[in-house]
């Protein structure tokens, strides 16, 4: 190796010296991110608790029913004796009291008592909702969700790449097939329905109550020709625009024939699908390893690729998309532009991503100025005044030529 190459190697690249105002914007990205996750870690919470803790009408009721008992001892225990103390002095308290315990501890009381409790329970399981209902809930609360079918080894893998790499966990759903260990961990992150009779598979209850009204694809990777035609079937009753997709392996017969033309229905032709491969063979906003196409943060619209790249260490803008054009990296950046970004640090992606999701831009809307109604009275007014200014003129004029007939 020469010296002029070693020379070459060792001298650090020139880096633009940042000013203050770098400084700060990075310091609003790095306060954003920690807002969103704040959103995040809140709304999961709040979702939690929500659905854990029966709804707003049990809490009347059972908050009732408890504030009636209380009410009822307080009244014979404190109040009567009272009352009893005030018409009487000589009236013995105590010896009531004990009496009062004694006929509430009898076993008719008690008989009242276990009825009372037992009406209340068939309430509070009338009201609590169902599995099934509460996982309509939570994912309906979400916007352009992928919905993945299956237990199998492809979907734990595309679904720890969309969670823990990506942190896209608002963006996908389960609907499993059977409760493993993985898929209890995932309960935690995303919202997951495990189907305990596999003949609810068969039947299109399941699938119109869930809906899919925000799902942006399907994606069926059950290890069971027979169960995945079932699902092929009763989603496109449902929902037949959505994009749907088959691992081929397990794909049904029909769907090789001739006679079926579904344009929306995709095939995954690799069955050794690896951990990144899997989530670009759906081209889910991935163009290759390590290179996401996203939003742009909101703290940098208006500003360049470039700069964004300064601030987030381990984040590169790589190119802008707008529309089907691709512009570089140091172009301003517009509202309703994509980036496509090389990452270094899944941290980094995650916190980006995060950004994106829970505190998107919205455009700023434009006041209208609110016109100023006009009394109809005044327009007759002045239509009437315009009116008589022309009659005036014409009368002035006839008058000027009345003269000059005169003076000839």
Do not use: C
């Not at 990075?26 to 979702?47: E, G, M, P, S």
């Not at 990777?221 to 995945?228: A, F, M, P, R, V």
């Not at 990452?343 to 505190?359: H, P, Q, W």
């Amino acid at each position: 190796m020469t010296a002029t190459q070693t020379d070459v190697k060792s001298t650090p690249l020139p880096t633009k010296k940042r000013s203050l105002l770098d400084n700060l914007r990075q310091l609003k990205f790095n306060l954003t991110a920690v807002r969103a996750d704040l959103k995040y870690i809140r709304r999961v919470v709040y979702r939690e608790i929500k659905y854990f803790i029966p709804m707003t009408d049990l809490f009347i009721l059972l908050s009732i029913v408890l504030g009636l008992i209380i009410l009822v001892l307080l009244f014979f225990l404190i109040f009567v004796p009272l009352l009893m103390v005030i018409l009487d002095s000589s009236t013995d308290v105590s010896a009531y009291q004990s009496w009062m315990i004694d006929s509430l501890t009898s076993p008719e009381v008690i008989r009242w008592a276990a009825a009372i409790i037992g009406i209340v329970t068939i309430l509070i399981r009338m009201m609590i909702k169902s599995p099934i209902n509460k996982y309509r809930g939570k994912v309906n609360a979400r916007k352009d969700v992928t919905y993945i079918f299956g237990s199998s080894k492809p979907a734990e893998q595309f679904l720890f790449e969309m969670v823990h790499r990506y942190g896209y966990e608002e963006r996908v759903s389960l609907i499993a097939d059977s409760d493993l260990l993985w898929i209890r961990k995932l309960k935690t992150q995303i919202d997951v329905y495990v189907v305990e009779d596999m003949k609810e598979f068969e039947k299109p209850n399941l699938y119109e109550i869930i809906g899919f009204k925000n799902a942006t694809r399907v994606m069926i990777l059950t290890e069971s020709i027979e169960l995945n035609q079932n699902i092929l079937t009763n989603i496109r009753q449902v929902r037949p625009d959505v994009e749907i997709i088959l691992l081929s392996q397990y794909a049904p017969n029909f769907v090789f024939s001739d006679l079926v033309n579904d344009e929306n229905l995709s095939l995954i032709e690799d069955l050794d699908v690896t951990v990144q491969g899997l989530v670009l063979s759906l081209s889910l906003d991935f163009d290759f390893p390590q290179t996401a196409e996203i939003d742009i943060p909101r703290t940098y619209i208006g500003k360049t690729g470039d700069t964004m790249s300064s601030d987030i260490p381990k984040l590169e803008v790589i190119l802008i998309r707008r529309g089907d054009e691709l512009l570089p990296s140091h172009e301003s950046m517009r509202p309703d532009d994509r980036i496509i970004v090389y990452y270094y640090s899944n941290f980094d992606m995650k916190r980006t991503n995060r950004v994106v999701t829970e505190l998107p831009y919205k455009k700023k809307k434009k006041k209208v100025k609110k016109s100023k109604v006009v009394d109809t009275h005044e327009i007759i007014n002045l239509e009437g005044s315009d009116e008589d200014k022309s009659q005036s003129e014409e009368s002035s004029l006839n008058q000027a030529n009345t003269v000059e007939k005169e003076d000839l």
